[in-house]
């Protein structure tokens, strides 16, 4: 539960500020899937009992939830990642169309630096072009601040608003001043035809609308304190937005800075005014050249950044070089190899695929660590859900024969595997689809998904069972293995693929990180050892090859899984079988 005092300061992350930020605003309903670096907003959510939060099975669920609770009146939210974005973007354009009713904020976050996305997006586009605007926060007390105002604005001009964040402000702390819940308006549902049902028809009108909305956020964004001037040395001026403002104040803090925090609509006079009072203009922003690109088509002379400044995070370190206009020259930070975790299945299962020669199509999750050798066994990851329907293109592209598998988690396969699934099923394809079933959402922190039982908040729910689904799209053979018996599994793999049918292979094994619990690491018998580091090949970090050349076992990160034991021919590991202890993480998570 939550005391409140008024004019508090809390700790808080950008994640956590914007979750407090809707609280405050009256929030009602949330809705999400999770997604780095905006996960924590939908977790600090559910600590609220008066905002009725869940995790969807994918964005687009999330925001059609979200926009039904706002358009029925309830103050709503959803987030999600740049990527998760891009799986929303149907119910996104259309809903500029229609409107809202009570306020729809949409949080995004964007990810520069690829910290744990397969691309780099910069999701102000997105305002442009669906004519919607966009806060950005440059820190969590903006970002509590700017989510209040965003509900406010949405109901002022009707429309969704985009509130980006990116990794910086999503997962910096600050010190932040909190304040008490304020409930929202009450905004009943008035059946509205024209408004709200986007046939060809209604459509039409409804796009001038929005284009006259546009209008009217441009007056908004003029006047609105979120840009603002600052003007001190006058020499030296920036426009700038986001996470990039602290960097400029940190390298330049006697330089005049415009700070847009309403970055979409342009605020196109202010803009002007304050490039007449500065003799030199210089915009700084991370990855796309959003900003420069209107004040270039707007006639304004300024130093552009250079296009290697494209790539990659903003440090502040990158600004001289930017206003001298140099290429950036950046050197890489110290990097750890990211491995699967000791004792997790996905390891086993990837140790056979490799010893296998298989080709597998592959997709986003801790099973993306697969692709790293020594495992080396994923072959392609392009988004959610296409390790089935990339399995499928294979196929039919005679790749490789009948030597290629598809993959995905058991949260990924909710979130749009079954379709890939039943297409598959649809079209006659034939092969082998796995579906390793950790039983969590494990990359971003171990969420819940349909097929755990339990909601957001721990309740028990129904529990979606995967292997039944399967059987009812049509799969030709199901089968559930232990995914930690590698031989039952390899027994289990090799036969479905002299099968010709559709096999779904669900290698079942809980994620390590939620049963933590660890037997006696294997005995090493140096006597034995003959070097030909077999062991080594599954990628274990608690294994390693010391200065002698003889294998040494970390016990701090064994889990006691033997999946060691399996792989050494020569008996110099043997497993010590006890009772299994409770134990806290290694802290060797990927």
């Known amino acids: ?81 740049h990527v998760g974005l891009n ?12 409107g809202i009713n009570a306020g729809l904020v949409v949080v995004v976050a964007d990810d520069p630096g690829l910290h744990s996305s397969q691309n780099e997006q910069d999701t102000r586009w997105v305002g442009l072009y669906g004519k919607l ?55 009943a549902f008035r059946v509205e035809a024209t408004k709200y049902v986007m046939v060809p028809r209604n459509a039409g009108p409804r796009h001038a609308v929005v284009e006259a909305r546009l209008l009217k956020l441009r007056e908004c964004a003029e006047q609105s304190p979120l840009n603002r ?26 330089a005049s800075v415009l700070k847009l925090g309403f970055s979409y609509p342009f605020c196109d006079e202010k803009i002007r005014a304050f490039a007449a009072q500065v003799q030199e203009l210089v915009v700084v922003e991370e990855l796309d050249p959003f900003i420069e690109t209107h004040l270039l088509a707007l006639g304004l002379k300024l130093r552009a950044k250079h296009p290697s400044f494209q790539i990659g995070e903003l440090r502040p370190e990158f600004i001289p070089a930017i206003v001298r206009g140099e290429e950036k020259q950046a050197k890489p930070f110290p990097a750890r190899k990211p491995v699967l975790c000791p004792g997790c299945a996905h390891r086993a299962v990837f140790t056979v695929l490799r010893d296998l020669k298989l080709v597998v199509a592959g997709d986003i999750g801790c099973y993306t660590l697969g692709a790293a050798p020594p495992l080396a066994s994923v072959h392609t990851c392009l988004c959610m859900g296409s390790g089935f329907t990339i399995h499928e293109g294979f196929r039919r592209a005679h790749v490789h024969g009948d030597r290629v598998v598809g993959v995905v988690g058991d949260s990924t396969f909710v979130h749009s595997g079954i379709t890939g699934l039943i297409n598959a099923v649809y079209n006659r394809v034939k092969g082998v689809l796995l579906i390793l079933d950790n039983g969590t959402t494990a990359m971003t922190g171990a969420q819940h998904h349909p097929a755990t039982g339990k909601t957001i908040r721990e309740e028990p729910t129904q529990k979606l069972v995967l292997e039944d689904l399967c059987r009812a799209c049509g799969a030709d053979h199901v089968d559930v293995v232990d995914a930690m018996d590698t031989g039952a599994f390899r027994r289990t793999l090799e036969q479905r693929l002299q099968d010709d049918a559709l096999s779904v292979i669900i290698a079942r094994s809980p994620c390590w990180q939620l049963v933590r619990t660890r037997n006696a690491p294997p005995d090493f018998r140096r006597e034995q050892c003959q070097q030909c580091y077999e062991c080594l090949e599954i990628d274990c970090p608690a294994l390693t090859k010391v200065e002698d050349g003889m294998i040494q076992i970390d016990p701090a990160r064994c889990t006691g899984c033997n999946l060691c034991v399996d792989r050494c021919a020569y008996e110099a590991l043997l497993p010590i079988r006890e009772e299994p202890d409770a134990d806290s993480c290694p802290g060797t998570c990927g």
């Open 133 to 187: 605007p966009i806060l950005e926060p440059s820190d969590p007390a903006e970002a509590l601040e700017f989510t209040k105002l965003a509900f406010e604005l949405s109901e002022q001009f009707d429309t969704p608003v985009l509130l980006r964040l990116t990794t910086r402000v999503a997962h910096s702390k600050q010190d932040v001043s909190v304040g008490v819940r304020v409930a929202g308006p009450h905004k």
């Open 87 to 98: 799986v929303a973007m149907d119910p996104l354009m259309t809903s500029a169309y229609t």
């Open 229 to 254: 001037v600052e003007l001190r040395d006058r020499r030296l001026g920036f426009v700038t937005s986001g996470v990039s403002y602290l960097y400029v104040r940190e390298m330049f803090p006697e």
């Open 1 to 81: 539960m939550h005391t409140e005092l008024h004019n508090e300061k809390r700790l808080l992350s950008g994640d956590e500020a914007v979750a407090r930020g809707a609280w405050e605003a009256g929030l009602k309903v949330a809705a999400a899937y999770p997604g780095t670096p905006s996960t924590e907003i939908l977790e600090t959510l559910a600590t609220f009992p008066d905002v009725d939060a869940q995790w969807s099975v994918n964005e687009k669920v999330a925001y059609e939830v979200a926009y039904g609770a706002a358009i029925g009146g309830a103050r709503a939210l959803t987030a999600c990642k």
